[in-house]
Nanobody, 124 residues
Framework: QVQLVESGGGLVQAGGSLRLSCAAS????????TGWFRRAPGKEREFVAA????????SYADSVKGRFTISRDIAKNTVYLQMNSLKPEDTAVYYCARRRSAGVSQNEYDYDYWGQGTQVTVSS
């Protein structure tokens, strides 16, 4: 089993920055991709970004391209989401997820393990 724990959420003003962390433990499937998703109040969960473990290939939602950066620290088994130029519409609970299959995916149903989420609130 894989355990994923997110941290780094909080309250920030529009234009500010936050860095989210996703630490994996247990049977970590180290060679497989990790993604970030978010669910805003009253909305469906949506893809934000994903990264492959080997090679570090990335994928981003159009809404965050140029503002968010996903990265991973192999030694720490941790994935990060650096969020800059935050907007009120970025307010959501952010979840990290890990696949047991190779390749990044923007489809939440392709991910097998999920964290509990961390709240990000951006004030205007």
């Amino acid at each position: 089993q894989v355990q994923l724990v997110e941290s780094g959420g909080g309250l920030v003003q529009a234009g500010g920055s936050l860095r989210l962390s996703c630490a994996a433990s247990g049977r970590t499937f180290n060679n497989y991709p990790t993604g970030w998703f978010r669910r805003a109040p009253g909305k469906e969960r949506e893809f934000v970004a994903a990264i492959t473990w080997i090679g570090g290939s990335t994928s981003y939602a159009d809404s965050v391209k140029g503002r968010f950066t996903i990265s991973r620290d192999i030694a720490k088994n941790t994935v990060y989401l650096q969020m800059n130029s935050l907007k009120p519409e970025d307010t959501a609970v952010y979840y990290c997820a890990r696949r047991r299959s190779a390749g990044v995916s923007q489809n939440e149903y392709d991910y097998d393990y999920w964290g509990q989420g961390t709240q990000v609130t951006v004030s205007s």
